[in-house]
């Protein structure tokens, strides 16, 4: 949770395909974490539990370790105007040097929403929504509802003791309710030594239509480019942040209320997408951020 200001943004954002962009770049910045994450994990005990509250984002999160033999994690976070859950059952395999690590859980995550947003998109003409939205007339939001699944992972290195931590495949995020959909591809490592730790993807809307063209690596930053851009391919790159304010809503109704009010609209020349941030540099065996 890290970068859950990621979600914040998106929830601000009136157009539903820029909104899968950025639950697409949460999505990838929970693998930036693993990054020189070599040392023993931590093993949690069957129906071990742990809680974290974070008082400044305004969210709490619950995490359990449901079955043990194979072992089976469940996550649940809700914040001010999203819920985040997921579930992960863990297959292993060794190959010549190398594990495999291949994850059968999946990620969801609950977006609420200003109603103004749903007449926002040309989606008259569009055909039918994938999945109702859930309306909440009283308090005047819609749910947003977005899934994908985790990523096959290779620990490498492992006959030289030189141990390095590769995601590799395709990591699909669907909109459940508008149908658009945000691929980012981790790419697997050439030969030659080429592709480490890049990725590539698009960002489709509901019509199938590409929007963005998605880049960098996973390990440091995601930039995102619009198909319709203006300005230089030279320009540098903008970079988008959530509203300090935002913090200061202490409630989803509030958080709603400022987003209808404050929405944002994504530049439409090269921008940042993600970016990692600061790591400790003394005594940080698990090579943390300074966030954890």
């Known amino acids: 949770m890290e ?8 929830m601000m954002l009136p157009c ?14 929970n693998y930036a974490l693993t990054f ?26 619950l995490s359990e370790q449901v079955e043990h033999h ?7 976070v809700e914040g001010k105007n ?8 863990i297959k292993s395999k060794f190959n010549s040097g190398s594990l495999t690590v291949v994850p059968t859980g999946v990620c969801q995550v609950e977006l609420k929403l200003p109603l ?14 994938c999945q109702l939205p859930h309306i909440n007339e009283a308090e005047g939001y819609f749910t947003e509802h977005y899934k994908w699944n985790k990523l096959t992972t290779n620990v490498n290195g492992i006959m030289i003791a030189n141990f390095w931590i590769e995601h590799v495949g395709d990591l699909d995020v669907l909109n459940h309710h508008s149908g658009d959909c945000t691929k980012i ?12 730790f890049k990725v590539t993807g ?3 809307d509901h019509q199938g239509n590409k929007v963005y063209d998605i880049a960098g690596d996973w390990t440091s930053k995601l930039m995102a480019h619009p198909v319709d851009a203006t300005g230089s391919a030279t320009q540098e790159a903008e970079t988008i942040k959530c509203p300090s304010h935002m913090d200061d809503t202490v409630s989803a109704d509030d958080a709603v209320k400022y987003a209808a009010s404050n929405s944002i609209q994504v530049p439409r020349t090269l921008f940042v997408l993600w970016k990692i941030n600061d790591r400790q540099t003394k005594n940080n065996t698990y090579n943390l951020t300074t966030y954890a």
């Not at 539903?16 to 910045?29: C, I, N, P, Y």
């Not at 194979?70 to 649940?76: D, Y």
């Not at 591809?185 to 480490?196: D, E, I, R, S, V």
Request: aromatic share 14%.
């Open 116 to 129: 103004a947003f749903l007449d926002h998109d040309d989606k008259k003409n569009a055909g039918a929504a």
């Open 70 to 76: 194979l072992p089976i994690s469940a996550c649940w």
């Open 82 to 89: 999203y819920v985040y859950h997921a579930d992960t059952n």
């Open 36 to 61: 020189g994450h070599i040392a023993k994990p931590f093993n949690p005990l069957l129906g071990e539990t742990f809680e974290y509250v974070h008082h400044d984002k305004c969210y709490c999160a």
């Open 202 to 204: 698009e960002a489709l």
């Open 16 to 29: 539903s395909a820029d909104r899968t962009l950025f639950v697409a770049g949460f999505a990838m910045s």
């Open 3 to 10: 970068y859950c200001d990621m979600l914040e943004i998106a």
């Open 185 to 196: 591809t981790f790419m697997q490592l050439g030969w030659t030594g080429h592709n480490k």
